[in-house]
C-alpha cells in the first residue's frame, strides 16, 4: 500500500521534472516565435478582460442602488472594451501589454534604487540592491528606446515569456531532483 504523505517525495517525484521539461519546451517555442506568443497571450489577457466584464455586468444587475451600480456597469464596459479591442487588435494589444511591463520593469528599478539608497545604513547588501535596481532602469530605457522598432515591440513580449518559462521549467527539474534526494532520505 502507498503512504499517502511520501507521494509527493516518492516515485512521484517525476512529475516535477516532466512539467519542467513541458515548461521549458515552451519556453524555447515561445522564444523561436515571439510574435505568436505574444499574440497568444495578448489574446488570453483579452478573453479574460471580456469574461471579467460580463460577469461584473451580470452582476451589476443584482446591484438595487444606482450610484453603485454605475460603477460597477462603468467597470464592466471597460473591461468588457478593452479585452473586444485587444481581439480586433491584437498587435496593438501586444505593444499596450509590452509598454506596460516595460515601464513596470522601470518603476520597480527605480523603487529598488530607492529601498537600497534609503536602507543602506541598516542592510549590508545595499550595494548589490541598487545595482540591480539600476540595471534593471538601464535595461527598461533601452527597451523603451526601441519601441518604435516594429520587430522588436512586437518581439519582447514572447521573448520575455519565452525566457521565464525556461527558468521556471529548469526549476521545476530542480525540485524533482531535490525532493527525489530527501525522499531517499
Excluded at 45 to 50: L, S, T, V
Amino acid at each position: 500500500m502507498k503512504n499517502d504523505e511520501n507521494t509527493i517525495f516518492g516515485k512521484d517525484s517525476i512529475w516535477f521534472a516532466v512539467i519542467g521539461i513541458i515548461v521549458a519546451l515552451t519556453g524555447i517555442i515561445a522564444i523561436a516565435m515571439p510574435v505568436a506568443a505574444g499574440v497568444t497571450i495578448a489574446s488570453v489577457i483579452g478573453g479574460c478582460f471580456i469574461g471579467v466584464g460580463l460577469i461584473q455586468l451580470y452582476h451589476a444587475v443584482g446591484i438595487p442602488q444606482w450610484g453603485e451600480k454605475l460603477w460597477y456597469v462603468v467597470s464592466a464596459l471597460l473591461y468588457t472594451i478593452g479585452g473586444i479591442l485587444i481581439f480586433a487588435e491584437p498587435f496593438v494589444g501586444v505593444l499596450t501589454i509590452t509598454a506596460l511591463m516595460i515601464t513596470i520593469m522601470m518603476l520597480n528599478g527605480i523603487s529598488r534604487m530607492v529601498f537600497a539608497f534609503s536602507n543602506r545604513n541598516a542592510l549590508s547588501s545595499w550595494g548589490w540592491i541598487a545595482v540591480g535596481g539600476f540595471i534593471s532602469t538601464a535595461i527598461a530605457s533601452y527597451f523603451f528606446s526601441l519601441m518604435n522598432n516594429a520587430d522588436f515591440s512586437l518581439s519582447i513580449l514572447g521573448i520575455f515569456v519565452g525566457v521565464s518559462f525556461i527558468f521556471e521549467g529548469i526549476s521545476f527539474i530542480f525540485i524533482g531532483s531535490e525532493v527525489k534526494v530527501a525522499a531517499s532520505k
